[in-house]
């Protein structure tokens, strides 16, 4: 089972930049689309950016420009490179990682979620 473990969360002042990593349990690079999600207090979860793993790279409107989904294979984890960052991208920051079974299924692993907090 797949368990990804979020780091990097934090306080930082508007127009601060802040990095996420997920790690997990086994190679996150081999799997289908890792995600990350952002969920605002009283909101629904929502995506913010996802990676495939052909290399095809998702961002929410609201981020473009400003956060980056990378690969580190040094560290087998995604990382998310957050600058310029706004109070509205307050919230709590989940990495979501989608596998294949060995029976050709989709599964899907969420980690714990590591806070961010932009205020001044």
């Known amino acids: 089972q797949v368990q990804p473990v979020e780091s990097g969360g934090g306080l930082v002042q508007p127009g601060g930049s802040l990095r996420l990593s997920c790690a997990a349990s086994e190679n996150i690079l081999t799997a289908e689309i890792v995600g990350w999600y952002r969920q605002a207090p009283g909101k629904l979860r929502d995506l913010v950016a996802s990676i495939t793993g052909g290399h095809m790279i998702n961002y929410a409107e609201s981020v473009k420009g400003r956060f980056t989904i990378s690969e580190d294979n040094a560290k087998n984890t995604v990382d998310l490179q957050m600058n310029n960052l706004k109070p509205e991208d307050t919230g709590v920051y989940y990495c979501?990682?989608?596998?294949?079974?060995?029976?050709?299924?989709?599964?899907?692993?969420w980690g714990q979620g590591t806070q961010v907090t932009v205020s001044s």
């Open positions: 979501r990682i989608t596998a294949r079974s060995q029976s050709g299924g989709l599964e899907f692993y």
